[in-house]
């Protein structure tokens, strides 16, 4: 094997070893766990493809814009497939990742229907923050936009996400109260 | 706040740390990444090292003037593309400007213009090296026609974009055409733009399978 393509699995290999896990869960953030797999091998093939243009000092922001295309397609022809056998069905939009519903029965209903509460972008990008940790200038990566755009959008979905709960809480706050009232009336 | 929202948001990470992955060093894992790196490799074009990004890789990254030179030296739309394009190839000029740089915005329907009719312009000689410059660069089957509006669901984006539809506005009064050709409904077109305004030539038309080869190898993956 020529030294070229020595050198070109290692820098691959040194890629994956920091992209490899994190990659499966980001894809399983926000696919079936049916379609994995297969999103996985999309976008390591991409990475392989396009390795000289992988950042050295930060691949993985890089790496998830990667995955996040290949899941859109993915998306896109699996919808279109339903389509073509007649089974046009309500898919989940390209970015939309696992929320339970609050009727599921989590132990963290406000915040889950705070988060239900926004839009997919913003879902989208507070999952990046939350759950990759992603930085604003990552996060700018992965959504092709920048820094400040994703400083300031972040600022705001927080501030909804605050909001919604505070009202949530208030909420039951007065349920509560009004329910007492209630027990202690002679 | 911020770190104990952050905290709070992590408890329901379906995905959360604790959740086992694969290993790349499982030997399940160890066969997909040799598979992968015995697919050969397509010859790419490495003028501009933002060119070839995977979907939208940073457009972001590209400055409007970038755009607007490699606009320069494509191509424009409407009749006089469809002339140039029936008389062949030849050599390009002139700024046609547009505003705005190429960038997609998720979610919402992408609108791109075909042109203006009225204005001259010229081509180059197609080379898939020049195509996989373009950005954006999608598949879309056309679900719409009215006039000089023309509706694209997006099949695949190869570059540049996300938007589940994209619009292309022509002139006003005047039919749409890619290339010369009138868009039929039903039909899949593949289309790459610059500035926010079609690139023809032979840079956009129909899905031939022709061009679709084009487009598989300038943009890879």
């Given amino acids: 094997m020529a030294t070229a393509d020595l050198d070109r699995r290692a820098r691959f290999e040194s890629v994956v070893d920091v992209v490899y896990e994190p990659l499966q869960r980001y894809l399983g953030r926000r696919a079936d766990a049916a379609d994995v797999s297969e999103v996985l091998n999309d976008s390591l093939l991409v990475i392989w493809r396009r390795l000289e243009h992988v950042p050295s000092d930060d691949p993985l922001p890089w790496c998830y814009s990667v995955a996040k295309h290949c899941l859109a397609n993915h998306r896109r022809s699996a919808q279109r497939r339903l389509q073509l056998v007649g089974r046009v069905a309500a898919q989940p939009g390209m970015s939309e990742g696992v929320v339970r519903h609050p009727a599921d029965g989590g132990d963290h209903d406000t915040l889950e229907l705070a988060l239900l509460e926004l839009d997919e972008p913003d879902r989208e990008l507070i999952r990046l923050w939350a759950w990759e940790q992603l930085a604003p200038r990552e996060i700018a990566i992965v959504l092709d936009t920048t820094p400040n755009a994703v400083s300031l959008r972040l600022k705001r979905a927080k501030d909804k996400i605050i909001s919604s709960m505070d009202r949530q809480n208030s909420a039951f706050a007065g349920q509560e109260g009004f329910g007492h009232g209630r027990e202690h009336r002679p | ?221």
């Fill in chain 2, 1 to 221: 706040m911020n770190d104990e929202l952050r905290e709070q948001l992590g408890r329901l990470d379906p995905m959360h740390p604790g959740v086992p992955v694969e290993s790349a060093a499982t030997p399940s894992s160890r066969t997909r990444l040799e598979q992968i790196m015995n697919t050969p490799l397509l010859d790419q074009p490495t003028t501009d090292p933002t060119s070839d990004q995977p979907g939208a890789i940073p457009v972001a990254t590209r400055t409007t003037a970038e755009a607007r030179r490699r606009r320069n030296w494509i191509v424009l739309g409407g009749a006089a593309a469809a002339a140039i394009a029936a008389i062949g190839s030849a050599v390009i000029i002139g700024d046609f400007g547009g505003g705005g740089a190429n960038q997609v915005a998720s979610g919402p329907p992408l609108e791109l213009s075909l042109g203006d009719s009225n204005v001259m312009s010229s081509c180059i000689m197609f080379d898939v090296a020049i195509l996989a410059d373009m950005s954006p660069a999608f598949a879309g089957t056309a679900t719409s026609v009215e006039g000089s509006s023309v509706t694209l669901t997006v099949d695949r984006w190869y570059t540049g974009g996300d938007a589940d539809t994209v619009v292309l506005q022509g002139s006003s009064g005047t039919p749409a055409l890619i290339d010369g050709f009138e868009f039929v409904v039903g039909q899949q077109y593949l289309v790459t733009a610059a500035d926010g305004i079609v690139n023809f030539c032979g840079y956009s038309g129909p899905a031939t399978p022709e061009l679709t080869a084009a487009f598989d190898a300038a943009f890879p993956g």
